[in-house]
């Protein structure tokens, strides 16, 4: 699994800067990393709206070969062509990757307005099957009724409830849930809660319970503190992580990860290409510095890490350094000098 992969002192990442906002919020980051002291040598490669304009391909053979070899990169907003057929980069890059582990924490942020002041919620949603899996067909004349398949395979949910007690386990939390419907949907989802048991009493280390769907989307917005690592299938997966980010304030200060075999992990800003403030400078880079450090602990400088989120966690909590997005006067660069400044 990609949690014993060793890196070089200096690991190649394929930097994608995105669209929109990208560009402001990938330089404001780049420097903020360096102060951080990670060590990282950056390949610029292009993808979305970017890459349509220039070489007519929103996802480019060479950036490809370039995530390929280097294993991780590092990635802005990407917007999707409207019309045209263009499929969307992001579930393009996710598919082609195998990167079946998507990991969004949600820790609550001193200074960004939220209903809570507790949260510290782990999601890692299975990102490769489920209703994901794209079989769908119409049934009966004149599309009289739809069906769409939900695959849910034992490999795939064993290698997802694994990486979220690896995950568990490194981090020092105490607890992993599943969310599942297996109430209902007693075989598929019930395979997964089967799966969950049985690797669950590999780690006697780290309490281990589930909970129904819908119970948890009302428990996560009464007693958040309550869940620690939460585990679950595609689409639940993609609910509850907006939910969670909606618990901290939103997707613009939410970070994520999406990770394969053998180390293979793309991080990214959650939140989308924000064009109508692109380009002035005003962008707020939290998304994509979190995400930042998840890859900078990722590849074990941990120590880097902790200083860059010391940064962001402090010129959030400030009003001099906080953005116009969460209510304060900064503009990209200020924030990022507060970042830098907040390090020591
Ligand atoms: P897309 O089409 O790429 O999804 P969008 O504008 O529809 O773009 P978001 O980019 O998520 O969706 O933006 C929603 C709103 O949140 C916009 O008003 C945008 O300006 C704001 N926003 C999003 N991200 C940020 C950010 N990092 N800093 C400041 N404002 C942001």
Redesign the pocket.
């Known amino acids: 699994m990609s949690e014993t992969k060793t890196y070089p002192a200096c690991p190649k990442v394929s930097l994608i800067e995105g669209?929109?906002?990208g560009k402001e919020?990938s330089a404001a980051t780049l420097r903020a990393i360096e102060a951080a002291g990670g060590k990282f040598d950056w390949e610029p490669v292009t993808a979305g709206l970017t890459a349509l304009e220039t070489v007519h391909d929103p996802l480019p053979q060479a950036t490809i070969n370039s995530i390929s070899t280097n294993g991780l990169a590092l990635k802005g907003?990407?917007?999707?062509p409207i019309g045209g057929g263009f499929k969307s980069v992001n579930v393009t890059l996710r598919q082609h990757f195998d990167l079946y582990a998507n990991v969004r924490p949600a820790k609550t942020l001193a200074g960004v307005p939220s209903r809570y002041d507790n949260v510290d919620v782990l999601l890692v949603r299975e990102n490769t099957e489920g209703l994901y899996a794209g079989i769908e067909h119409y049934v009966g004349a004149g599309r009289s009724a739809a069906e769409s398949i939900a695959i849910i395979t034992k490999s795939s949910s064993q290698r997802v409830i694994v990486y979220a007690f690896e995950h568990a386990r490194r981090e020092g939390r105490k607890k992993v849930t599943c969310v599942h419907k297996a109430n209902i949907l007693k075989m598929s989802n019930g395979l997964f809660l089967d799966m969950f048991r049985q690797v669950a009493k590999e780690y006697p280390d780290i309490e281990a319970d589930d909970m129904i769907v819908d119970a948890t989307a009302m428990r996560m917005v009464t007693n958040p503190e309550w869940f620690d690592v939460v585990v679950t299938m595609n689409l639940f997966g993609d609910i509850l992580s907006d939910l969670t980010a909606g618990l901290i304030g939103?997707?613009?200060?939410a970070p994520a990860a999406n990770i394969g075999e053998g180390g293979y992990a793309i991080f990214e800003?959650?939140?989308?290409?924000?064009?109508?403030?692109a380009g002035q400078g005003?962008?707020?880079?939290?998304?994509?510095m979190l995400s930042a450090a998840m890859l900078i602990d990722h590849v074990g400088q941990t120590e880097a890490a902790a200083r860059l989120r010391k940064g962001i966690y402090a010129a959030l909590a400030d009003d001099a350094t906080r953005?116009?997005?969460?209510g304060g006067n900064a503009n990209?660069a200020q924030f990022t000098d507060g970042v830098i400044r907040f390090m020591e």
């Open positions: 669209d929109g906002i919020i907003p990407l917007g999707t939103g997707l613009g200060v800003a959650v939140h989308g290409t924000a064009p109508d403030i005003i962008a707020n880079p939290t998304g994509l953005t116009r997005d969460l990209t």
